[in-house]
Structures are given as C-alpha cells and as structure tokens.
C-alpha cells in the first residue's frame, strides 16, 4: 500500500472508519489545514492521544488513526470554525515531523479493513442499545444520516468510539484487526 504524507488531528476522543464527529476549530494550525484540505478535497489523519507518550518526540499520538474528510462546514455563533468529518479508512502513522506553526504531519499507510464475520445477531444487545443511546443523543444522531444499525462492524466502531476507555485500550482492538476479541470486550461492559 502507498504511503503518503497527511496533516494530523489528535485528540483525546476518536473516529473510526464510517463514523462521524462534529468538531470546533480554533487553533490556527488546525484552522489552515481544514482550509488546505478542503481546497485540495484531500484530507487529514485524526489520531488519538497517547497520555503516556513524550509530545518532544511525538510519541504522544498513537500510531494507527483514521483518515477523515470534511463533510460539511459552518460558522457557528461564537465565532469558530464548526466543521462535521467523516471517517474513510485506518492508517498507520510513522515520521511525525511538526510545522512553523506547530502542525504535525506524518507518513500515513492505510491498512487493510477488519475482518468481522459476524452476523447481525451475534451483535445484540450492542445494536438496541446502541440505538437507544442514538435516540437520547440528538446532537450524535444527528451526525449520521442513515445509521447501519444491522451492519456488525459499523456498531462494534461506533461502540469503540463512545465508550470511555483507555486510548491504549482502543489502539489494541485496532491492531487486531478483527472483531470478535472486540466483541468479547464490548459484551463483557454492556451486558
């Protein structure tokens, strides 16, 4: 797979392949690569951030993130940048080098999609009550126009995306690269 070299976005919450985030720009780093991005109808990596990592030598972003394109774009009433992202696909993140302005950049190769046979009931309960937190969250349902409730790997994501764990925790179900450790974990908490 070709490697190529994208803005980075990290932050303590993350997007997986699929998923939606609604996000305030403030920074001005942050506020020219979503005017490059959108300019160039490219996009940029959102990784998440490792608590234990040095940030002098950029070991404070994990290594996988996802590759995420603006959707949607808007001034909101304070004033900021309010843009909505989409995400696309995995990446691995290497030769993190950091801007003037403080924007990191880094080698991102996009790695191969999970392997998840599941069938659409070996999900449940995750999927009601995924769709129940959906109907108390009108700001997250809002997110997405016609959620894949039936569809395994989209609500194993979006579970991985909400549930307060450990950005490490996370990073190691995304190193897998399949679902059914994932599963096990996710049914363990929910049950």
Same mark, same amino acid.
């Given at each position: 797979?070709?490697? !190529?070299?994208? =803005?980075?976005?990290?932050?303590?919450?993350?997007?997986? =392949?699929? %998923?939606?985030?609604?996000?305030?720009?403030?920074?001005?780093?942050?506020?020219?690569?979503?005017?490059?991005?959108?300019?160039? &109808?490219?996009?940029?990596?959102?990784?998440?951030?490792?608590?234990?990592?040095?940030?002098?030598?950029?070991?404070h972003i994990h290594k996988i993130g996802t590759y995420a394109q603006v959707?949607?774009?808007?001034?909101?009433?304070?004033?900021?940048?309010?843009?909505?992202?989409?995400?696309?696909?995995?990446?691995?993140? &290497?030769?993190?080098?950091?801007?003037?302005? $403080?924007?990191?950049? %880094? &080698?991102? !190769?996009?790695? =191969? =999609?999970?392997?998840?046979?599941?069938?659409?009931?070996?999900?449940?309960?995750?999927? !009601?009550?995924?769709?129940?937190?959906?109907?108390?969250? !009108?700001?997250?349902?809002?997110?997405?126009?016609?959620?894949?409730?039936?569809?395994?790997?989209?609500?194993? &994501?979006?579970?991985?995306?909400?549930?307060?764990?450990? $950005?490490?925790?996370?990073?190691?179900?995304?190193?897998?690269?399949?679902?059914?450790?994932?599963?096990?974990?996710?049914?363990?908490?929910?049950?």
């Open positions: 797979m070709s490697v !190529e070299r994208f =803005p980075l976005f990290p932050l303590s919450a993350h997007l997986l =392949p699929e %998923g939606r985030m609604a996000l305030r720009i403030f920074e001005p780093r942050y506020v020219r690569m979503v005017k490059q991005a959108c300019a160039e &109808n490219k996009g940029f990596v959102m990784c998440m951030l490792n608590a234990n990592g040095d940030k002098d030598k950029n070991q959707v949607d774009f808007d001034m909101l009433d304070d004033g900021l940048l309010g843009i909505k992202v989409a995400g696309s696909h995995l990446v691995e993140v &290497n030769s993190i080098e950091v801007e003037k302005d $403080g924007l990191r950049t %880094g &080698n991102c !190769e996009a790695l =191969p =999609p999970w392997q998840c046979d599941l069938a659409p009931q070996q999900i449940a309960p995750m999927d !009601e009550r995924l769709k129940e937190i959906f109907g108390n969250y !009108e700001e997250l349902a809002a997110l997405y126009e016609t959620p894949k409730f039936d569809c395994p790997n989209w609500v194993l &994501n979006r579970w991985l995306e909400l549930l307060p764990v450990d $950005g490490s925790q996370k990073q190691h179900f995304l190193e897998q690269r399949e679902c059914t450790s994932l599963l096990n974990y996710l049914s363990a908490l929910i049950a």
